[in-house]
Each structure stands twice: as C-alpha cells, then as structure tokens.
C-alpha cells in the first residue's frame, strides 16, 4: 500500500525523524489555516502517488496568504497524470544548502535488506543509477542483525555528504531504518534529505510503501483504508475480497490463482485481444466467490466478454461447474461468457456446463481454444 | 529417484488441528506420504485420524524420526514455526502458509541460512512439492500426475505448477518431482536450487520452470542454465500483460520501473538455450517435442 507524501511525513514523524511544519488540506480555506500554523513562506504540495508533481506545476510557493489560495485553488482540482490532486501539503518552506536521497528496501537476490544513500538528491535515483552508479553508496544489512550505529556512520561517510550532515545524517537513517522495519514497509525513501544553510539535516519528501501482510499487527492503518486506490473497478473488488488490477481492454478475465490468471491475460494478448483486468479469486472456486467476481467484471463498462479459466485442484471440477451455474443464477450478466474448465474431474464439470450452454455460454476444452473465442465475441460486440 | 524428498521421506504437519492443516495433511497420506505425526501445543496427546499430535516439535522428532514438516499455521506464527522446525533439525521445511509479512521472511530465511545451514525452507506462500508415487506435501492435486521421469518441474506459481503437471500427463509425460517454490519476495528455495538438484538426479532428463514477473529470479536461473546445465530446459514467463506498479496477486510479482517484466526474462532465458514458450500449453507441447528427442 502506497503512502501519499503527507501520510508519509506523519509516519516519519511518528519515529522521530525532522519533517517540516506542515498540515494536510482539501480546501483553500484550510490550506490558509495550515499556512498560518507553518509559518510564510509556505510550500504547497499536490498530494498524488506519481512523479513528476513539481513539473506539472503542482508544487508552489506562497509568501502569503493571497499566493496560498491562488495556488491552493489552481492545484486542487488538477489533473496530474490522470491522478486529480484531493489534497494539498501545506508546510513551512526550508532554506536550503544541499539535497541528498536515502532509502531502505528489499533486495531480492541478495535477501538482504538495501540502503541507498546518495549525495545526489532531488533527482530520480534511478536516474543517478543509470548516469553516475558510483554517486551511490550501497549498504547490504542482515535482517536478523539489524542496522548498527557503527555501520550507518561508516555508510554515511562512503556517501562524501557535505561532513557538517554526518551527525544529522547518521541520526535520520538510524530512525529511517526503525520505521522501515518497525513499521513494515517495503520502501521508505526521502528524496531529498537536505542540508539547511544552518547545519540541520531534514526530511523534505516522503515515499513509503507499506507490506499489506503486516496489517494484523498495525491497527493504526485501519486510517489509510481506501486512500490508495484510483480505479473504482479496482476499489469494488478490495471491497469483495479478491484480488483485482484493473487493465485497459475489452476481455474481463477470472481464473483461479495468480500465476494463472497472469497467464490468462496473456494468452488474451497473444490471440490478438485486449484483456480488461486481472482477477484471482483464489484456489476454490465456490458459487459465492464466483458470483462476487461476476458482480465486479459485470459493473466495467468496457466489458465486451467474459473468459472463466479455472483448474480444479483440490475443488473439483463438478463443484466448479456448479459455483459457477449458481453464480450466474445471482447476478444478471451483460456480456458472452467463455469458459474453459481443466483438471481435476474436468469431465465431469464440463457435462454439468453442456446443460447451460447457449450463445451466452460457451464451454472450450482449452486456454487457446477459450481465450479465441471469447476475444471474436469481444470484437463482435464493440 | 527424484529430488528432496521419496518414498522414505517421514513428515510431520506444523498446524495439524487447524481446518487446513487436517485437511491435507489426511489428503497427503491418503497419497501414501509418511506422514507421522503433527504438532499443535494444546492437542498434545490427541491424534488426528491415527495421526499422533505432539507439543513441540522436537518432540515429534524425537518420537518419529520425522525429516520433514509441512508449516501450515497462521501468517502471524509462521516464522516462530519455522524457526522451531530448524531448531529440532529437520531438513526440510515446506512452509504454504501465505500472507506473512516480508519482514518475518526475510529474518527467518536469514536466520536458517546462518544457523542452522543443513535446514532448507520451501517457499513460504508455496503449494509444497510432489515426488510422483511416493510423497506430496502440500496442495498439489497428485492424482493425474504420471510417475517415473523424465521431466522435472519447478514452478513460481501454485495453479501453473497443477497446469505443468496436467500438461505433461495429457501428452502421457511422466514427471520425477515438482516442485513450488512460492511466489513470495524471499523464496527459501531458488529456481537455481532446484535446477541444480535437477541436473544431479539421473531420472530427470528434463526441466519445466514457469516463471513469473517480479525481481531477477529468473534471470540468475538464466545464467546458471548457461554456465551449469546439461539437460533441456523449457520455460514460460506469466505476466507478459502485466502493468508496471501493480502486485498481481502474488507479493512478488510486481513490474518495478523497467525490471522484472516478462520481456526482460524470457529474452535472458532464450539468450541461455531454454526453449520458451508464450503460453503453458505451448510450454507442455515444447516439452513433447525435448522428450521425444532424449
């Protein structure tokens, strides 16, 4: 689960990392309250989970209250990337003298944890990655060791900060590292940790991602439910339980398992059609699931057919072929429906299937076979 | 023969008085696994089926001599589970649990690694594997799969793994062992692992591995394949479709800027020799074609 920047910022806060003066604003009025309690100059920040805010004129300055509700009013309401900016950050504006990037994160070859420091920040690091690699000092940590004071304070000095940061540094990435693993995130990153003409080292940008699988022990994210999702489609599904990313094509795609849903949206492709998402209702497959599945593939507008692709494992493919029956006598369902149904008793469920075919309902033996059929019904219906 | 675990192979269930852990772990003996005892400190004495149910775990080692465990507990006691089945020394530890979180992984495949080195970990968030006719732990549906070689398996998917396995069986291809090693960030056990065993077992002249999006996996198999491996290879990449940003279902499987796609690996894999397929089915006739030529 993503962060926005100002969630970020009061989580970092939380584990006792500098972070400007600031509050969060969804309107112009608020935006001057928060602007009176940082302090002018002010920044005001558009509150959006993608690159590139500064450039599309959704980070400005205000020296004043009149500049905060002309930029506050130009930026809520804009549409950065196909993202419309919610929510402002408004916070104090630092001075400042030099911008650094740090982040902690997995390495999955390694399986080890990865800091990332460099003294060139404010800048995207995979940029610096792909110019100047050496700008960046790598640090491998062992997950049951932990990060030591000793290590961090060598690590800091590999990265040639500016030696008035080290202190401040060695400070910051010590909590960085605790709200990395403390509070389970995948990714925290400041990009950019600045040097102040005063000495200060200081968060100025937050990134963090947090691990979804951690939830049971964090109540405190019950908060941020629901504030990460952009696609409706995708915000229904979370809702039902199932696992669902929205994609750009006319094929809804249901199947059983990750791998293999993957799998049937590429096999969607590669016969020529577009699939309109990838959806994983688990490995059962009951009537109840398969009908919540419908429910949210039925509600895409862009839907023009339906591909079912389950292998029955453990469920056997007479109760899929009945989950599926029941499901379609639950839920009205707009397009043609292809299904392709493998594995275990598949015989057996595809005879409980024949009894309900029509032009509605097409049963094929196989994924190619299936995937064809229902991206011709797909083009037919467009 | 086969890889990691046979005929022999004795097993306990960690979780066993749980719905799941009841459920397959009968479902495995059914099978004809060895399943001889489960751990569940409150049921302790009891037994499931004739299944005794121990305290610990180094009780039921001791009482059995156990060398294998199915981890099949709660996400939140999955990595004191773990830790517990390498402390009583049992060689290898098939955890399916799914949703633990990276943290937990990344500590516990470290801490296994480092102390207890002769202790392997399969997955977590895996279906387990299956020597066909002699031992499955996990979920793998067993029942079409034909037995004797030549072709081994390893699949990052769990339902892909069922595909291989029917794929293969449809054709009349019999399979050694198949193995799932999860598609979560901190797999315990590698492609390269498995590919490894795989060129050392002399029944599997042959290896299915189907991929998916998400870290270099497959790309460190790719290099090993081309430096390591004498026998065929044949491979499918799950993900071809997939955006950059968005987790498919698995942790693991995400496009992060421009790495980890499908693209990036299937051309690292045929670049090493390993026929590719776009599609499982292709994968299964590929496979036809390597096996009518050994």
Request: with cysteine; glycine share 12%; aromatic share 6%.
């Amino acid at each position: 689960m993503d962060l926005f920047e100002y969630q970020g910022k009061q989580l970092f806060a939380r584990y006792g990392i500098p972070v400007s003066k600031g509050d969060v604003a969804e309107t112009v009025d608020e935006a001057v309250r928060a602007a009176e309690a940082a302090g002018y100059p002010v920044v005001v920040k558009a509150q959006v989970q993608v690159g590139g805010r500064g450039k599309a004129g959704g980070i400005k300055l205000a020296e004043n209250a009149d500049e905060v509700r002309l930029h506050a009013g130009n930026i809520l309401g804009m549409d950065i990337k196909g993202h419309v900016v919610k929510r402002v950050w408004i916070e104090h504006a630092s001075d400042i003298a030099e911008e650094y990037y740090a982040s902690f994160t997995l390495d999955r070859s390694a399986k080890k944890y990865l800091g990332m420091l460099s003294a060139q920040g404010g800048v995207e690091i995979e940029t610096v990655a792909d110019e100047n690699p050496d700008a960046i000092a790598r640090l491998s940590i062992d997950p049951v060791d932990g990060l030591t004071e000793s290590a961090c304070r060598t690590w800091v000095e590999q990265a040639k900060l500016n030696p008035a940061a080290t202190d401040g540094a060695v400070d910051i990435l010590m909590k960085l590292y605790n709200a990395y693993v403390d509070g389970d995130a995948d990714l925290v990153e400041i990009n950019p940790l600045i040097l102040t003409p005063e000495g200060k080292v200081h968060a100025l940008d937050a990134k963090v991602s947090l691990d979804e699988n951690a939830r049971f022990r964090h109540p405190e994210w019950d908060e941020l439910v629901g504030l990460e999702k952009t696609d409706a489609r995708e915000f229904e599904a979370a809702e039902k339980g199932l696992q669902y990313v929205g994609l750009d094509g006319t094929v809804g795609v249901i199947a059983n398992g990750a791998g293999l849903a993957m799998a049937t949206c590429d096999i969607v492709h590669e016969v020529g059609g577009r699939p309109a998402n990838f959806l994983d209702i688990g490995g059962g497959a009951s009537a109840q699931v398969m009908a919540n599945a419908l429910e949210v593939i039925n509600n895409d507008p862009s839907v023009r057919s339906i591909f079912i692709n389950i292998f029955g494992g453990i469920t056997k493919g007479e109760e899929v072929a009945n989950g599926i029956v029941q499901a379609l006598d639950q839920v009205a369902i707009a397009s043609p429906i292809v299904i392709r149904l493998d594995g275990t008793n598949a015989d057996e469920g595809r005879a409980i299937l024949s009894g309900y075919e029509s032009d509605r309902l097409v049963s094929k033996p196989t994924m190619v076979e299936a995937a064809r059929t229902a991206v011709e019904m797909a083009e037919a219906r467009s | 023969m086969s890889i990691l675990v046979n005929a022999d192979t004795k097993v306990i269930v960690q979780g066993i008085t749980g719905g799941q852990g009841r459920f397959y772990a009968l479902r495995n003996r059914a099978y004809g696994t060895k399943v001889v005892g489960g751990v569940s400190p409150k049921k302790a004495g009891t037994d499931v089926e004739g299944i005794p149910v121990f305290a610990s775990v180094a009780d039921a080692v001791r009482e059995t001599g156990a060398t294998a465990t199915m981890v099949i507990v709660p996400a939140a006691g999955a990595a004191s589970a773990v830790i517990e089945a390498a402390e009583a020394g049992l060689e290898l530890i098939v955890a399916v649990t799914e949703g633990i979180p990276v943290h937990d992984e990344a500590r516990f495949y470290n801490q296994v690694a480092r102390d207890f080195p002769s202790s392997r970990i399969l997955g977590p968030n895996c279906p387990g594997l299956l020597t066909v006719g002699e031992c499955n732990i996990g979920f793998i549906p067993a029942e079409v799969a034909k037995p004797g070689g030549p072709v081994g398996i390893v699949s990052r998917s769990g339902t892909l793994t069922y595909q291989a396995l029917n794929e293969l069986a449809q054709k009349g291809i019999g399979v050694t062992t198949c193995v799932g090693i999860g598609g979560d960030p901190v797999p315990g056990t590698s492609f390269i692992d498995c590919l490894a065993l795989f060129e050392a077992d002399p029944d599997t002249k042959a290896v299915i591995m189907f991929g998916e999006i998400g870290g270099s996996a497959e790309e460190e198999a790719a290099d090993f394949i081309r430096t390591k491996m004498s026998k065929p290879v044949v491979s499918y990449i799950a993900g071809v479709t997939a955006p950059p940003g968005k987790k498919m279902g698995h942790a693991g499987a995400i496009v992060s800027g421009s790495k980890g796609t499908a693209q990036a690996k299937m051309e690292a894999l045929e670049a090493a020799g390993v026929r590719v397929a776009t599609n499982p089915t292709a994968a299964g006739e590929l496979m036809a074609e390597v096996v009518g030529g050994l």
